[in-house]
C-alpha cells in the first residue's frame, strides 16, 4: 500500500509538471524561451510545451502598436528661445528577441533618445519656425528614432509634437502680434469696402445722370419734333388757305378788303413802325371799292 501510494503521488506530480509547462500564446504577443539561461527560441501564437526544471519563458512581449506619451522636455530654440515640448511615440516591437536583450529599460531609452533628438532638431530652428513645421520635426524625428531602435527591435511608426509651450512673455507677445494682424486685416477689409460702396455710388450716380441726359435728350428730340409737326401742319394750313383763295379766285374788291384789314392791323397801336405802301393814291379808290362791296352784300 505505501508503494501503491508513492507511486500514485508520483503519476500526479507528473501529470501536473506536464501541463504546467503546457502553453499557449495568445494573439499577438510572443515568448522568448531560454534553456540553462542561454536564448533558445521564440514562441509564436499558438500551443507549444517547454522542458521542465529546464527551459524558462524570460520574456512575454506585446506586439501590439504602443502610445508613450512622455512629459514636457526644455528644449533651446536657435534665437535662444525655451520652450517646452511634450512628445507622443506610437512604436511595435517586430523582433521579441532583440527587444529582450537589446536594451535594459527600452521605454527609458527610447524617451531618452527622444529629448536628445527633439534637442538637436529644434535647436537648428528659430521659434516662428518651430511653431510652423511640425510636420517637418514628426517627419525627422521618426526617421532619426526608427534608425536608432532598429538594433533594439523596436520601430517608431509615428512621433507627433503634442503640445509646444512658449515661455508667458512670449506668448503674450504673440497675442499683441496676433491682434494687431486681425485689427489691420480688419481695417484693410473696412477699406475695401468702403473703396467697393463708393465706386457703386459713384457708378450709379453716373448712370443717373446719363439716364437724366437722355431723357433730357429725348424730351428735347420729342418736343422739337412737336414744333416742327406744329410749324409744318401750320404752313399746311396756310398753304392750303392761298390753294384755296387761288381756286376762288377772289375779285379785287376782296383783296382790297384783305388788304385794309392787314393794314388795320399794323395801325393798332402796338407797332412801334408802319409801312404804308407806295400806292398810297389808291386808298381813296380802295375804301371806295369796300363801300361797293358792302352795298352788295
Do not use: C
Not at 204 to 225: M, P, T
Amino acid at each position: 500500500m505505501y508503494g501503491l501510494t508513492v507511486f500514485l503521488i508520483f503519476i500526479v506530480f507528473v501529470i501536473v509538471v506536464i501541463i504546467s509547462n503546457i502553453k499557449v500564446v495568445p494573439q499577438a504577443n510572443a515568448y522568448v524561451v531560454e534553456r540553462f539561461g542561454a536564448y533558445l527560441t521564440t514562441w509564436d501564437v499558438g500551443l507549444h510545451v517547454k522542458v521542465p526544471f529546464i527551459d524558462k519563458i524570460s520574456k512575454k512581449v506585446n506586439l501590439k502598436e504602443h502610445v508613450a506619451d512622455f512629459p514636457p522636455q526644455p528644449v533651446i530654440t536657435k534665437d535662444n528661445v525655451t520652450i517646452q515640448i511634450d512628445t507622443v511615440v506610437y512604436y511595435q516591437i517586430t523582433d521579441p528577441k532583440l527587444f529582450a536583450y537589446g536594451v535594459e529599460r527600452p521605454m527609458m531609452a527610447i524617451e531618452n533618445l527622444t529629448a536628445t533628438t527633439l534637442r538637436n532638431i529644434i535647436g537648428d530652428l528659430e521659434l516662428d519656425q518651430t511653431l510652423t513645421s511640425r510636420d517637418t520635426i514628426n517627419t525627422e524625428m521618426r526617421a532619426i528614432l526608427d534608425e536608432a531602435t532598429d538594433p533594439w527591435g523596436i520601430k517608431i511608426n509615428r512621433v507627433e509634437l503634442k503640445n509646444i509651450i512658449p515661455p508667458r512673455e512670449i506668448q503674450e507677445a504673440m497675442e499683441k502680434q496676433m491682434k494687431a494682424e486681425r485689427e489691420r486685416r480688419e481695417a484693410i477689409l473696412r477699406a475695401e469696402g468702403e473703396k467697393k460702396a463708393a465706386i457703386l455710388v459713384a457708378e450709379g450716380e453716373k448712370e443717373s445722370a446719363i439716364l437724366r441726359a437722355e431723357a433730357h435728350k429725348q424730351a428735347a428730340i420729342k418736343e422739337a419734333e412737336g414744333r416742327a409737326q406744329a410749324i409744318l401742319e401750320v404752313q399746311t394750313a396756310i398753304a392750303e388757305g392761298v390753294k384755296k383763295i387761288n381756286e376762288a379766285k377772289p375779285s379785287d374788291a376782296v383783296i382790297a378788303m384783305k388788304a385794309l384789314e392787314s393794314f388795320e392791323k399794323v395801325a393798332d397801336g402796338k407797332s412801334t413802325k408802319i409801312i404804308i405802301p407806295s400806292q398810297i393814291q389808291g386808298i381813296a379808290g380802295l375804301a371806295a371799292s369796300v363801300k361797293e362791296l358792302i352795298k352788295e352784300e
